[in-house]
């Protein structure tokens, strides 16, 4: 995961959300906004075509995507009233959505949990989980809580996650080990993949894993 820089909504969620009338606590106000096309637009380069969750690819017109809100819309306190504001909303893959229930993962295992701050896209703290070789992906700091909501309601633990992780793990070994400039290769991908140098490309599946390899795991000049 990494933080979200949320730009500006489409203008179409604008022009919506001022039209309605103080709509009642329990009125569907997401569903009626039609134009939803916009608003992947809009996360899909927000997110430089990366799920906010596990990093798989997510790009409008590209894979398949949902439109997830960070606080569910179904949660007591707050879930309306954030309903159509743009900083819950960001983009998700489908997290496995018809497969069985233990197989899936992202917003569409999330449901209706409500997630701890310190794994809001939005709020997220850059450089707060750590990785080891075989994918996995844990809290840094060792906080059970958190930890728990990464296995159990976004599921970004599952062996079949962990594994598409090793396999972006190889063939960016693969790429390093082409040629004789692997110096500069190496410097390249930090660079593309440097939250703190953003670009408007889209990133490598799985970035943070990846650059968390290229800096402290086998992949760094320690190794």
Known sequence: MRRISKRQE??????????????????????????????????????????????????????????????????????????????????????GERTPGHLQHCDTRQGNSRLCPELDPVQFENGSLTYDKYGGVYRA????????????????????????????????????????????RLQDRIALLDPDNPSDQPLLEYADFLLWHLRYGELSHSH
């Open 141 to 184: 700091d060792g906080n059970l809580d958190v930890q728990d909501q990464l296995d159990d309601v976004l599921g970004l633990n599952l062996d079949h996650i962990k594994e598409k992780r090793v396999a972006a793990l190889r063939a960016l070994k693969s790429y390093l080990a082409e040629g004789a400039d692997r110096e500069r």
């Open 10 to 95: 489409p203008e179409s969620l604008r022009v919506y959300r001022e039209s309605l009338k103080e709509p009642l606590p329990d009125e569907d106000v997401w569903d009626p906004y039609q134009p939803k096309d916009d608003a992947r637009q809009f996360v899909t380069q927000e997110q430089h075509e990366l799920c906010a969750f596990c990093q798989g690819l997510m790009a409008w017109r590209k894979t398949q995507m949902k439109l997830a809100h960070i606080v569910p819309q179904k949660v007591l306190v707050d879930g309306k009233r954030l309903d159509l504001v743009w900083t819950n909303i960001v983009g998700a893959c489908n997290g």
